[in-house]
């Protein structure tokens, strides 16, 4: 690509780890080889941050996308100056400010001015409003850049990439919301990102089972044999490969998931928790299935570690890369 990649970075929950994590990554003057990184957030917030964890920063203050140095980090003013920082508390005004800065980078996202997004970690329960009403951000892209069932959370790492068919709901609805066609739809999506977005020509996937050893031919359940198994033959018929469903227990502690390009889980914990286990310091969550690049690291808000500098940045820097390598891949084709 002839101009650098214009990265959009949303400043996420001002009282958790988002800032000092964003600072931190930004820190590596490396990184502006690779991109222009520009902050959604607040000039004052930064520099409180900044101070408090004595990080060295040259911070840009620019007033549109288009201004962005590619010399410096850059930031956007996206809060009133009255914005105000109280360290580990789940605030109104938190809320406030993330989901200003994530409005505006959405919006530059939308224009074309910016290439990607990389979101730092918001408080689900302190962001809802009128404006926001969703269980997270991948809800909350799949709105503006797509229609209900088009984003795949999915996560990454050097090591496993692992997508969820039912993402941000409750345990007890899972068996309610899942279909064969949610499955394959799920399938399809995945077995799509591995070819446009990571390279893979003929990606391998694995199909987890929902109940403890994928139902014992129904003995623990009927969903195995039902739904999912009849989900996998039909992507197998349209020329996706993919084996399911697999015990997921089995599966991960025999190290099966070595032989896979990415495992389909069919609710969150049941893939989260094992990618957090093998990844955590360096997992990156990626908005699948969209037109548009949005990656995240894969924690949270962390206010029991906010302003004690003892956050790693790890994640996030893996998900500023992933952006970066997403863009290009596509760019590329």
Request: glycine content about 8%; some cysteine; aromatic content about 6%.
């Amino acid at each position: 690509m002839e101009n650098k990649i214009k990265i959009g970075i949303t400043q996420g929950d001002i009282n958790g780890i988002g800032y000092e994590v964003i600072l931190k990554t930004l820190a590596d003057l490396r990184i502006l080889e690779l991109c222009v990184p520009i902050i959604y957030g607040s000039p004052k917030v930064a520099a409180y941050h900044r101070k408090a964890l004595d990080i060295n920063v040259n911070l840009n203050l620019i007033n549109s996308a288009g201004d962005a140095s590619d010399k410096r980090a850059n930031i956007i003013n996206c809060n009133s100056d009255e914005v105000k920082v109280e360290l580990s508390q789940c605030t109104q005004g938190a809320g406030e400010a993330a989901f200003q800065a994530l409005e505006k980078a959405t919006a530059d996202l939308k224009a074309g001015l910016i290439d990607a997004i990389v979101t730092a970690p918001i408080n689900k329960k302190n962001i809802q409003s009128d404006k926001f009403a969703f269980p997270g951000h991948t809800e909350y892209f799949e709105q503006i850049f797509g229609k209900k069932g088009d984003a795949l959370m999915l996560l990454i790492s050097n090591r496993l990439r692992v997508a969820v068919v039912t993402g941000h709901i409750p345990v007890a609805k899972i068996s309610q919301i899942l279909t064969k066609e949610l499955i394959v739809n799920k399938i399809k999506t995945l077995n799509k990102t591995l070819k446009n977005d990571f390279g893979i020509s003929r990606p391998r996937i694995a199909v987890l089972g929902l109940n403890p050893h994928s139902g014992d031919q129904g003995v623990l359940g009927k969903e195995d044999i039902e739904i999912i198994k009849p989900a996998v033959t039909e992507a197998m018929e349209n020329e996706i490969i993919c084996v399911g469903p697999l015990p997921a227990d089995g599966f991960f502690g025999s190290d099966e998931y070595t032989k896979y390009d990415a495992v389909l889980a069919m609710y969150h914990d049941q893939g989260l928790i094992p990618f957090k286990l093998l990844s955590m310091d360096n997992g990156v969550n990626f908005t699948a299935g969209l037109d548009v690049v949005r990656t995240s690291p894969d924690h949270g808000t962390a206010y029991d570690i906010a302003g004690q500098n003892l956050a790693s940045e790890n994640s996030f820097r893996q998900a500023l890369y992933a952006a970066v390598d997403i863009v290009k891949q596509r760019h590329n084709g």
